[in-house]
């Protein structure tokens, strides 16, 4: 098969250059990275492919046929070679003599690694049967929200055979059945019983292609998912189909605005049994969804494809909120809506659990639907709650897919039922037929789903918390910033001086990933622009949990006089912006609900008289009062706790060269005009030290350790308390 100009919609992004250069292994990869590229094709983690391939056995060195396909977990975009499984491809078929029955399946997995090929480490999927029974060379399963709506829809079976017809197809129906080896087999006996078959519809899942050689797979693989999309399109362009029943609200011209409001509210809601990192869309998609007719009752049926509802969970949470009334009903209405959600969730449980079925878990739904504004979805990481409303977009483009091919027609057909499931057991609505809620638990609550979960690295510390680090462009407030991605936050760093800000929070990538970190510019003295941050990050994470603050000045002048506007600008920027800072974070950390932590950075300064540096003296005093009075304010929910290190000379910016030179000065201590600043920092912060008990300089890690201390869930029982970060500074004792 060629192009020949037939794709409408898709790209043929195959390079022979590229191609010819490849080893069959690598033109795997190749081909599965193609067909992972594009978000039309298949969704992130979703389908399979594979190769049937002539390896040299290391024990025998004849020559054999080895079984690539992709491994458990794994992602057809991002794949490497390594990512792969390999299987001896005839005793992989061989194992047909041990299987008992379906009822007795998932016990084939574990004999997979019993037909491993060469001591591959690389887990066999569940779909290795379903590659294994095939009998061709290269091999695509795959999600395309197309096909996804052909195999979901009440006449789908009846829709495909017109396809074939149109576009000169043999594509198979087969009726919904679990991944696994049952379905392998089921698999090579409709293609055994369909004369030049060239594909199978799987019932309620997704669509299997392939090719005598990697080129030819690809191109029918993209060949079949634009021409389902042509024959989609072609039926919702007719007069008589109305997506979604037509639009019941119009979209809120606020949303954006709303929806930042919302979030901590709801990810608070969401997050009482374990917290969950937030993100929104009002993507086009979306909104047009959420804004029809049919969007509650499409809604509550919940997904088809088995790789969408694992992570957008059974089905979303839908908020029968009108955009035409007050958004200050929307809290309560979260509350109420989520008992219910929640009550649903453990009747579902309840009525499809097994005595060896895992525990129920969270029973908070991953994905909050809002008419007029938008969708909310959740994760253990940002990437996690982006992904997820990703899944529930392609569900939402099945469910529109399905409706087109309706054409307003009801068909009462289920063609999805067979040996797993029978018609009753499916529900369905506007030709979209959802996944019985039997099999979707048999699949949410797999057994090997449960292990594959417990083989995810355990979570660091932070995980699922979000830092706002203000201060975070240099010195203490840049430590705090790289301990808390290393600690897995999510971060964001906001500074007055923004490019500063930004560099700090690419140092934060590298360690928690692109998307766990962000950044902001704040003027702490502005409460506009402490809001503007605060919604920035609410934006980018769905909360606070963590609000730490480093930013300060120390007034100096040439002649060592304090002006009057020093004195002011000194307590405006060290006292009082703190409590503007903290007095507009509580109101998002009261609308969560959950525990969360500030720290405050004061000074040995604050306990410490001496002449010259006043202003900063008193300011500091002022800040650890103030740490003890918020901590009273904020309680129980909120700690708040500050730390009192001694002088910073290190990466500070409130120790210019001038200010540095300045104290060398006035402690006789000599240096060169031509030193460096650095060599300028070390000799005073030497000078501190030798004042201290450990005579060792105070580094900005030091006390960002301490801050982190603080944060943390290690003093979940500390609050209203100062740590001194001093090495021992005697004259900083209480008295």
Known sequence: MAADGRLKFLEDKWDEAVAAKLDAPELLRYRSNLLGSDLRITNFGGGNTSSKLDEMDPVTGETVKVLWVKGSGGDLGSIKRAGF????????????????????????????????????????????????????????????????????????????EEFNKEFGHKLAWLPWQRPGFELGMMLRKIVQETPGCDGVVLGGHGLFTWGDTQREAYLNTITIIDQLGQFI??????????????????????????????????????????????????????????????????????????????????????????????????????????????????????????????????????????????????????????????????????????????????????????????????????????????????????????????????????????????????????????????????????????????????????????????????????????QSALEATIKLFGGIDILVNTAAMFPSSPDGIITDAQWGLTLEINVTANYLLVDEAQKILKAQGLDSSVVLTSSANAVVAKRGSEAYDVSKAALSHLVRELAVTLAPKVRVNGISPATVVKGSTMFPRDRVKASLTKYKIPFSESSTDDELRNALAQFYAERTLTHTPIDPRDCAEAIMFLAGPLTRCTTGHIIPVDGGLVEAYLR
């Open 233 to 530: 399109e072609r039926h919702a362009s007719q007069p008589n189909y109305i997506r979604f029943g037509g639009s019941k609200v119009k979209s809120h011209a606020e949303r954006v605005k709303i929806a930042a409001e919302v979030m901590p509210s709801l990810r608070g809601a969401v997050s009482r049994r374990q917290r969950w990192i937030g993100s929104f869309t009002d993507a086009d998609a979306v909104l047009g969804f959420v804004n029809s007719r049919n969007a509650e009752q499409l809604a509550h049926l919940g997904t088809s494809c088995p790789d969408h509802f694992i992570r957008t969970k059974i089905r979303p949470m839908f908020l029968k909120w009108d955009p035409a009334t007050d958004p200050k009903e929307i809290p309560a209405l979260i509350e109420s809506s989520l008992e219910t959600y929640r009550a649903e969730y453990a009747d579902y449980y309840k009525k499809h659990a097994l005595a060896d079925s895992p525990k129920q878990r969270d029973a908070s739904p991953t994905v909050v639907l809002l008419p007029g504004v938008g969708m909310f979805t959740f994760g253990k990481s940002k990437t996690e709650a982006r992904l997820t409303g990703e899944f529930y977009i392609n569900a939402i483009g099945v469910m529109q897919g399905a409706g087109a091919l309706g054409g307003g027609v009801e068909c009462k057909d289920i063609p999805q039922a067979g040996p797993a499931a029978s018609a009753d057991q499916f529900t369905m609505y506007d030709n979209y037929v959802a996944l019985p809620p039997s099999e979707a638990f048999r699949i949410e609550y797999w057994a090997l789903e449960e292990a594959k979960i417990r083989r995810q690295p355990p979570e660091k510390q932070l995980s699922r918390q979000v830092a706002l680090i203000v201060g975070g462009g240099s010195g203490i407030g840049h430590q705090v910033a790289l301990i808390a991605a290393e600690r897995g936050a999510h971060v964001v760093v906001a500074d007055r001086d923004a490019a500063a800000a930004e560099r700090v929070a690419e140092e934060c990538k590298a360690i928690a990933g692109k998307e766990a970190v962000g950044f902001t510019a704040i003027d702490i003295r502005d409460r506009k622009a402490i």
């Open 85 to 160: 499984a390999t299987l001896y491809l005839d005793r992989l078929l061989a194992l047909e003599k041990q299987y008992k029955g379906v009822a007795e399946e998932d016990a084939m997995v574990a004999l997979y690694p019993l037909v491993t090929f060469n001591n591959n480490p690389t887990a066999a999927s569940i779909d290795t049967p379903l590659h294994g029974f095939l009998p061709f060379a290269h091999v695509d399963h795959l999600h395309p929200d197309w096909g996804i709506a052909l195999a979901a829809s009440a006449n789908g079976k009846q829709k495909m």
